[in-house]
Every structure is written in structure tokens, then in C-alpha cells.
């Protein structure tokens, strides 16, 4: 069974920079499209990245120059590194792991913004 595990989040002021890890387990984490998602309170959660198994990448409009995702395929992790940051990034950040039909949420992290 696959498990994601979340770390890096914390308070921040604006315009500081974060960087999250998503570990992954229990399958081939080089087949798995991976991404990030974020619900912020009172809202429903949406996509913010998204890298596939060829490294691609793509972002939401809002976060675009300012969030960057990458993946460690030997350490089995994916990051999402966030600059910039802004009080509308407040939010509960879910790393994603997909290869279709399955797919699998970790746990979350909450990321505040505030000055």
C-alpha cells in the first residue's frame, strides 16, 4: 500500500519561501504521476502542481513562477518548493500520487502565512 508523508510546512511571513517533501512508499514511486493539492479553510481543494513520470510540469495560474515541484526519483520524494509566499497561500497542502485507475492522498500540511 502506498503511503505519502508530508513534512516542511510551518508559519511563515509573507514573502518568505518554504519547501515541502512528500515521501513515498510501498510501490515504484518512478511510475506514479505525482502532485500538490491545497485546501484552504472554507474552500474546496484544488490542484496547485503536477509533475509526470517524463518530469514535466504544470501549475495552477496563481502559483506560477513562484511554486516550482521537482522529483528525487532515488529518494523516492517529491518537493514542492514555494517562494514568495502570500497570506491567500494559506492552506492544508496534499502531496498526490496517481498511475491510473489508483491513486492515493497523504495525510496534509498546513502552510500559514501571516505577518
Known amino acids: 500500500q502506498v503511503q505519502l508523508v508530508e513534512s516542511g510546512g510551518g508559519l511563515v511571513q509573507p514573502g518568505e519561501s518554504l519547501k515541502l517533501s512528500c515521501k513515498f512508499s510501498?510501490?515504484?514511486?518512478?511510475?506514479?504521476?505525482m502532485s500538490w493539492y491545497r485546501q484552504a479553510p472554507g474552500q474546496r481543494r484544488e490542484p496547485v502542481a503536477f509533475i509526470s513520470i517524463a518530469d514535466r510540469t504544470n501549475y495552477t495560474d496563481s502559483v506560477k513562477g513562484r511554486f516550482t515541484i521537482s522529483r528525487d526519483n532515488p529518494r523516492s520524494t517529491v518537493y514542492l518548493q514555494i517562494n514568495s509566499l502570500r497570506p491567500e497561500d494559506t492552506a492544508v497542502y496534499y502531496c498526490h500520487a496517481a498511475l491510473a485507475p489508483v491513486e492515493f492522498w497523504g495525510q496534509g500540511i498546513q502552510v500559514t502565512v501571516s505577518s
Open positions: 510501498g510501490s515504484i514511486f518512478r511510475a506514479y504521476y
